[in-house]
């Protein structure tokens, strides 16, 4: 059997075990089981996978595999990866295992939670192994699906509302990709579903022309291209944790992920035409998302635009189309999703204690809490672009990517995009002085407690991934580096 | 010089135990921990500069660039790439042996400064951390990396001005510290990607081809760099940080606000020299008189400041203002011909880092026994503190330019280079300095001489500081009388070639007479118990002495700026418009389309008639239809 379908595979044999679990502790042990083995499994592969490459392996894709499962549609469970698709894979293995330590302590229900947790894993590491459009597109629904109802029971505040919100806003990007899709596989002769050979069809400049941005904007929905991210904010803050988590973390990256490879990839007169009009959406979205950051007053929310304006600069690098922004992207992605998750779960700790996420109402947390201020601080820290910590990486790739476009309009657009970062430092510098320093006001909360054990398990983890892809870049930037050449090669055939 | 990796591990090494374990140690371990590590870093720096100056010179006369650690860090493309590694040249190892020295000396200090605070621990990891970042500036091989470690020092910063977390005032400060130098940074940052993209390479020495071919981007991507070292020089107008930067603990205000980090902008401009004289003149002009403004505005501020602390930073601002018109009025880099400005402001650079962290640690020690920042708290001290205003009196006389203080002979060739430059800018510079002497004795007679504060001293009899804080003094002292004797020119000048300092008694003169004035001018209005003449103009131009204590609201203008403008005008507005534009359009199509269904709803309504009617009036319509068409 090929060693990717494990990914799939161990999920669902979590799902039998969560289902036939009778006590908490035995949903636990499948939890820690089952994310631990997938974590394992990640780093096997990644290991593996350099391993194969520097042996030198040049397909495109290795450990591939096809089955065909409808034959009129040519519908196929055709798996393969590279080097984007193995971080990816890597950054949802730790986000899923971490993500379980930090529903530690969720109720009620926790049987049903943690069974809709690995059915949305299930969707999304069966995303990142797929090369056949159909199948990716079954399993991004199926990471979908459930966020509604992760949110709609275990959430707080408005939860129907914002699950709803959320849901609706997804699936219409959806529909949009569905057609998108249906349009590349006609175009491209209605002979595969496979990615890997339609990219050897040459779809008619027509038909990129209407599909493009029907893909484009299909995934862009959950990449939060500006004006369709509205659902972040609200989803996020009415979502528990670990989803929050697991979300910005991992299910944003779908959309970023998509976008590169089977809009951008599959359709490279689409992207040449409709590139800047993207991108100026995309540079909005960097910069709009950062300011909307500066005034919120929940953690979420702030969180939220921050996100707005950290996917922003994913989509915004992979537009640029030079092989050095499109590993940035890549970057960025791994990097965003490391720190964010680390931010959420630091969030939902805090107000698990505190009851409140209004930044007004919290203070001097220092002294009361100091494990997890550190925690905020150094996530702080990472996501303004702290040498050391995971978003200079990933920032300085994309800028230096983007600079090779040295026509105006796209300089004009990366010296926009670059401003985020003065941005950036103003609403996290306030958040870490409104809510961590200065002396806590309010007496209730001076008995709150430090993290517990798997809150800071959970924490450490993240917080180590962070600053090991902060310190030692190399590996992670080399791999994606050699995996996004073809992708760039394709677009600038034109 | 493998060893010399030395210097930047030990650092780093001390600062993650103490991070992950000094909350176990005692205050005492924490201490000795990041104090032993400092002091191996201070002997490894001095051997390096040793070996490096005595293994002599090539063939050409210069002293080798050494490379001895370089590898690649982050990848972009086959030319451009961030390496980490050490670069060893005569102004690196020159910062090797500032940075050390300082830091060891603030290690050391800080000893009995901060006796039983608590986060002692926290403080000490900190220390370790700027000193690495700091380190690791100085000796970067590349542009990127010295942005890398440019930021990280920035970071140290703002951990340590905000040290006294629970002080609203070192919050602000830290914040404001930090968001003003990355919006400086933000105009590094786009320089580095203007050179990095048309030279192709993030070393300091792109080809001759890309050079010739720069045209005006050059000059545009040195220019941007400069914004970037004057954020963190705090050259007028970003200066604004650096005032609010002593809520911090005051050794660090030796440390970083005095001696290093401030004076990383004078060195980026050092490092990147060679290029701003050939291809960027104007450019180097330019710096040259951001410096003398800066000097000028933070020279007359100073004259009225109130707050020790606040004088000596001031005092920081208006020197760093010299160090870069120093460099700014070079216009070859020959020292012979118009290159004499970039030997003066490196040794400028020098000389200053150890009479303003002696002057800090002095403020510091005084600070320590009146327990107040105010000049009104103190007067009288010399009797209490006699190392203490000995020491502080020989960093004044070396601040004011007296020979044979160091500050003397690297003001003097700061002078001399401004002559060269132009007898204009000779001339205010000239004036400046008399200024520097002025307000620095006012400060001295202010805290050593005058009323005594009995009230306060009943209560409280200030004393001399213990051992771990007057050796510092002590030796930064001896080091300050004895550093102008270097023969500076030997090892450091713009072209690399040995320049042998001679004084030009004409300028030396002009400006010791100068100086004496202004003690003399001092004297006759501070070092008596009451101060009438200074009362009196106080009282006369009081229009004018509030605008200089309020810093001619150079805070309000930017405070204006931050809140009104950005905030105000770009953030609420923004976060209005997604909340009730964006987000309202999303709600619409869902409040549209529940709207469609709810119209459409009476007609599923369970009539059995209105089915009827409906299936044979489109019958009808159909029918037509088809008979039509």
Known sequence: ?494 | MDYTILILALPALSFLLLALAGMKMSHRVAGIVGTLSLAAVTVLSYATACSYFTAGRMEDGLYPTLVPWNFEWLPFTPSLHIDMGILLDPISVLMLVVVSTVSLMVHIYSFGYMKGEKGFQRYYAFLSLFTFAMLGLVVATNIFQMYVFWELVGVSSYLLIGFYYTKPEAIAASKKAFIVTRFADLGFLIGILIYGYYMQTFTFTPSEERLMQAGMVLPWALGLMFVGGAGKSAMFPLHIWLPDAMEGPTPVSALIHAATMVVAGVYLVARMFPLYVDFAPHVLHAVAWVGAFTALYAASVACVQSDIKRVLAFSTISQIGFMMVALGVCTDADPHGGGLGYMAGMFHLFTHAMFKALLFLGAGCIIHAVHSNEMEMMGGLRRYMPVTHITFLVACLAIAGIPPFSGFFSKDEILTACFGFSPAMGWIMTAIAGMTAFYMFRLYYGIFWGKENRELHARHTPHESPLAMTFPLVFLALVTVGAGFIPFGRFVSANGHAYDIHLDWGVAGTSIVVALAAIALATWMYARDRQPVADMLAARFSRLHRAAYRRFYMDEAWLFVTKRVIFRCVSVPVAWFDRHVIDQFMNFLAWGTNAAGESLQPVQNGRIQAYTWWFLSGIIVLTAVLLLF
């Open chain 1, 1 to 494: 059997m090929n060693i990717l379908s494990l990914f799939v595979l161990i999920p669902l044999l979590m799902l039998l075990g969560l289902w036939m679990s009778r006590s908490l502790n035995q949903v636990r042990g499948v939890m820690v089981a089952g994310s631990g083995l997938l974590l394992v499994l990640a780093v096997w592969l990644a290991v593996a996978y350099s391993g194969l490459r520097s042996a030198g392996a040049d397909e495109e894709m290795l450990f591939t595999a096809s089955v065909t499962w409808f034959a009129p549609l040519h519908i196929c469970y055709s798996v393969g990866v590279d080097g984007i698709s193995v971080v990816m894979l890597l950054l949802s293995a730790v986000i899923v295992f971490t993500g379980t330590f930090a529903s530690w302590k969720l109720k009620p229900l926790t049987k049903e939670y943690f069974l809709w947790f690995t059915l949305l894993s299930t969707g999304v590491f069966g995303f990142f192994i797929s090369t056949d459009l159909f199948t990716m597109f079954m399993f991004y629904e199926v990471a979908l699906i459930p966020m509604y109802l992760l949110i709609g029971v275990w959430g707080s505040g408005r939860k129907e509302y914002s699950a709803m919100k959320l849901t609706l806003m997804l699936m219409g990007g959806s529909a949009f990709l569905l057609i998108g899709i249906l349009g590349i596989y006609y175009g491209a002769g209605g002979e595969t579903m496979n990615i890997l050979e339609i990219v050897k069809e040459r779809i008619p400049t027509e038909v990129q022309r209407i599909f493009f941005p029907a893909v484009f904007l299909g995934f862009g929905v959950l990449g939060a291209l500006f004006p369709f991210h509205t659902w972040s904010p609200d989803g996020h803050a009415s979502a528990p944790t670990a989803v929050s988590m697991l979300h910005a973390g991992v299910l944003m990256k779908l959309g970023g992920y998509g976008c590169f490879r089977v809009a951008m990839y599959l359709m490279p007169t689409g992207a040449a035409i409709w590139g800047d009009f993207f991108l100026v959406l995309t540079t909005v979205s960097v910069v709009y998302g950062a300011f909307s950051a500066v005034v919120q007053t929940d953690l979420k929310y702030i969180n939220a635009y921050s996100s707005v304006s950290h996917c922003g600069l994913v989509l915004f690098a992979l537009l640029m189309m030079t092989r050095v922004s499109a590993t940035g992207a890549i970057l960025q992605m791994l990097s965003h999703g490391l720190m964010t998750a680390l931010f959420f779960a630091l969030i939902g700790m805090i107000y698990g204690r505190t009851h409140t996420r209004d930044i007004r109402q919290l203070s001097g947390l220092m002294k009361i809490m100091p494990f997890l201020s550190v925690g905020y601080v150094i996530a702080g820290l990472a996501n303004l672009g702290l040498p050391g910590l995971s978003g200079f990486v990933a920032e300085m790739t994309v800028f230096v990517g983007s600079f090779e476009r040295a026509d105006l309009f796209h300089r004009a657009c990366t010296v926009i995009a670059t401003t985020s970062i003065v941005i950036t430092a103003v609403y996290i510098l306030r958040v870490v002085g409104r809510i961590l320093y200065g002396t806590c006001r309010n007496p209730e909360h001076l008995k709150l407690t430090d993290a517990t054990w798997d809150e800071r398990f959970a924490v450490i983890c993240l917080v180590v991934a962070v600053a090991g892809l902060g310190l030692s870049p190399w590996w992670a930037s080399s791999v994606i580096s050699a995996s996004v050449e073809p992708i760039i090669s394709q677009l600038s055939q034109l």
